[in-house]
């Protein structure tokens, strides 16, 4: 049984949100996406809950999958984005190895549209390294790619030149000053600005596979705005990516729960967002172990 009052908010509220297929939904009363189907899995077995509704959960994520493995948006097979989270939904999972497999073989024999960049480029991140983009046909961005190297790890892959060059990717996309944000670095000349929720992704990505020397100004950056956010996105990650370093804020428990409180305000969270919260309250801000 689940006995934290904070814990307890996300769980129930992400209950709520299933189908009778049982796939979830983002919001109440919603439409049935893969993405918040993974989290929703991820989230509730982490949580203690096990049977029938994660079982179910996994399974629409398999009949949703097509034949080359990806998992993609309903209707939309180049949004195939979704396909990383499952990988991590299904870990564990005897009943759906295969599956999970096949996702994996996905995303090793799939990158984002890449060249060779000219001198007249109006950025400067070097466009020919892959990573994984959003949607088919499309360049490379962080997040995206980020998920990949997770799902890519925990399936034992971390050798995989696939997995090597991602790497190089998200180095190549780190900001001058620290941090990362959607895929950018230099445009016209001008360093854009780093986020908060991709820069904690990209350091659990990252985590065991850099020196910290290399990512030191973005640890300092994401320290530095954590405090500040509530937005459970930003704090999720914020959470998260700090807590793979070993720098987990001590209030970390009191700012979830002072995001949750922000509900009655701003409306309820999404499936994915409520999974993010309860995971990094569950594992004190260190998402490997939700993924083991």
Known sequence: MISDSTLNICIKAIQKRQQSDGGFTEQEKGSYRP????????????????GEIVDAARLSLTNTQLE??????????????PTSLSVLAWKGSKAH?????????????????????????????????????????????????????????????????????????????????????????IVYGKELYPFVDTTGMTLVALAGHIKREHVNKSILFLKSQAEGYRSPLSLGWALFGLGTWGELPKRGREWIEESL????????????????LALVSIYQGEFRKCVV
């Open 68 to 81: 080359d493995g990806r998992v993609c948006m309903p209707g939309e097979p180049g949004a195939f984005w």
């Open 261 to 276: 409180k922000r509900q009655k305000k701003y409306g309820a969270y999404g499936t994915s967002l409520l999974s993010l």
């Open 97 to 185: 190895g295969e599956q999970q497999g096949r996702a994996v073989r996905f995303l090793l024999e799939t990158s984002g549209k890449h060249w060779k960049k000219g001198t007249d480029s109006p950025v400067s991140h070097d466009t020919s390294i892959r990573g994984w983009p959003w949607i088919e046909n499309t360049h490379s961005f962080v997040e995206p790619t980020a998920l990949a190297l997770i799902a890519l790890e925990i399936s034992g892959h971390t050798g995989h030149p696939r997995f090597q060059e991602g790497l190089r990717m998200l180095m190549d996309r780190q900001l001058a000053d620290g941090g990362w944000n959607y895929g950018n670095t």
């Open 35 to 50: 993405d918040s189907t993974a989290w929703a899995a991820l989230a509730l077995s982490r949580a203690g809950i096990t």
